[in-house]
């Protein structure tokens, strides 16, 4: 790169991803902003860590107001910034939400992809700065083959899917056609102790919490049989980091190359405060039992099937290792163990 100042700008740092990349790249010592969305409540818990007060000399976090539906903000920002390296994180990134709200969707995760592309031809950042989409498995949606990888034909099957497929693409023309160092990184599903409360390893992680503590009595989930390739949220970032660093753009899938089903998610998570599951049942009558007590402890609620489902995920992540030297380092039990024990934790502190 021409330019050898490391700035980042960080959409979505106040989410999972960009909390841990912020982190990542603060250790490497770049200078990090991120945009925030204006709350009524505080909405920072996940960076409050590093943040410093702005008028401490040599500050190298710093946040923004702004929002990816709102183009003259972005231009703004990244004109104010001059990054070096744009992560694009922010989005409406829950599934069956976007079915409730598939134009705003839309409007964030495709809208806002284009616009931030824009922006940085608007104010000649073509060559300066790096451009890091966060793409995602959704986009193979139903399933064509597996293990998928970056040859594999998309078939979304959501708003949020069908928004990151224009996303997608929105890069690789933009590289094609200006030829922006532009690249995707399709995602499979990564976890951790800051995955958002609603996603499912988190509803389970902190459910299994709060029937260990006695202030819960049932997990009421969705499709039990969806099968998922999940990961753990550090490493992916890490990822994501090394994208940026090839002197070539392109598009790349980062994965463990392992499937579990949601069920299996819930016996490694019970398993951590010591209850064995007996699953009884099938369909929506499908109950996991406490093997020693009898108590039925997750029971299927049909309200949160989607419409439309993803039934397997599973990544090949091959080219991530060959070009990028990148594989995961976490495992699936160790991931669960770790959202457990965090959720164990913040509610004996919350008393
Ligand atoms: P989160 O839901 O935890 O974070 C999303 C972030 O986007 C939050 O900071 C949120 O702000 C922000 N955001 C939402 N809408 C807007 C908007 N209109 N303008 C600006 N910011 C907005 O997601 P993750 O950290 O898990 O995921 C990061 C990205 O990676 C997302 O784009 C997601 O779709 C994608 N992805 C995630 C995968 C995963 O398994 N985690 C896998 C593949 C892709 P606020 O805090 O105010 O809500
Ligand atoms: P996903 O994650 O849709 O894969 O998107 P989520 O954890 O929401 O669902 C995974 C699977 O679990 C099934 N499921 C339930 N899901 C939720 N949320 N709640 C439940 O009660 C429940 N019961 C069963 C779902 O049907 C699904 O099959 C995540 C997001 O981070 C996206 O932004 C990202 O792009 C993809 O991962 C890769």
Not at 60 to 86: C, K, W, Y
Not at 159 to 169: E, F, S
Not at 278 to 288: F, K, L, P
Request: aromatic share 10%.
């Amino acid at each position: 790169m021409s330019d050898r100042r490391k700035v980042a700008l960080i959409t979505g740092i106040t989410g999972q991803d960009g909390s841990y990349l912020a982190e990542l790249l603060l250790e490497k010592g770049y200078e990090v902003h991120g945009i925030k969305r204006r709350s009524s409540s505080f909405n920072t818990g996940r960076v409050d860590h590093l943040y410093h007060d702005r008028h401490v000399p040599g500050a190298s976090f710093l946040l923004h107001h702004g929002d990816l539906t709102d183009a003259t903000n972005l231009i703004r920002i990244l004109s104010q910034v001059q990054p070096t390296e744009i992560y694009n994180l922010g989005a409406q990134s829950h599934v069956a939400v976007s079915f409730e709200t598939p134009e705003y969707t839309a409007n964030s995760d495709a809208l806002g992809t284009l616009r931030l592309l824009e922006a940085m031809r608007i104010l000649g950042l073509e060559k300066s700065a790096r451009f890091y989409q966060a793409s995602t498995s959704e986009l193979y949606g139903k399933v064509q083959a597996v293990p998928q990888d970056e040859m594999t034909p998309f078939y979304p099957r959501s708003p949020y899917a069908a928004a990151k497929l224009y996303g997608y693409w929105i890069v690789v023309n933009y590289r094609e056609a200006y030829g922006l160092h532009a690249s995707n990184g399709v995602l499979f599903n990564h976890e951790s102790p800051r995955r958002g409360e609603t996603f499912v390893t988190r509803k389970i992680t902190r459910a299994v919490a709060a029937i260990h503590l006695g202030q819960q009595d049932t997990l009421w989930l969705g499709n039990l049989d969806a099968r998922r390739d999940w990961g753990h949220a550090k490493d992916f970032v890490e990822g994501m980091w090394r994208i940026l660093q090839q002197d070539t753009p392109d598009d790349y899938v980062l994965a463990t190359g392992e499937t579990y089903t949601v069920r299996h998610f819930c016996d490694l998570s019970f398993g951590e405060v010591g209850i064995a599951l007996d699953w009884r049942g099938a369909g929506v009558n499908e109950i996991g039992v406490c093997k020693k007590t009898g108590r039925e402890l997750v029971r299927v609620d049909p309200a949160y099937f989607r419409p439309t489902e993803v039934d397997l995920l599973i990544g090949n992540p091959a080219k991530a290792k060959r070009v990028l030297g990148w594989s995961h380092t976490i495992k699936l039990p160790e991931l669960a163990a770790e959202m457990v024990a965090a959720d164990v934790a913040a509610l004996k502190s919350n008393g």
